[in-house]
Nanobody, 115 residues
């Protein structure tokens, strides 16, 4: 079993920055993909960014150039640096770890961007 704990959410003004982190613990397979997803009120959960254990990252078009995902394999932690935040980025942000065909999710952290 894998346990994920997110931290770093909060309230920020438009144009501001915020950093999220997610620490994984438990039985973690070495080759995995960690990432961030978000769900805004009344909308489906969507991918924000993912990064492989080898460091290859992919981003949703809506956050390219503004968000940066990174990871520390020694700490089993993934980070999301969010810059130039917009009200449309307001959502609950969830961390996910995928390995061997299984997905594990964190409980989420709320990010609110005020206009």
């Amino acid at each position: 079993q894998v346990h994920l704990v997110e931290s770093g959410g909060g309230l920020v003004q438009t144009g501001g920055s915020l950093g999220l982190s997610c620490a994984a613990s438990g039985s973690i397979f070495r080759n995995n993909i960690m990432g961030w997803y978000r769900q805004a009120p009344g909308k489906q959960r969507e991918l924000v960014a993912i990064v492989s254990s080898g460091g290859t990252a992919n981003y949703a078009d809506s956050v390219k150039g503004r968000f940066t995902i990174s990871r520390d394999n020694a700490k089993n932690t993934v980070y999301l640096q969010m810059n130039s935040l917009e009200p449309e980025d307001t959502a609950v942000y969830y961390c996910k770890l995928g390995a061997l065909g299984r997905d594990f999710w964190g409980k989420g952290t709320l990010v609110t961007v005020s206009s």
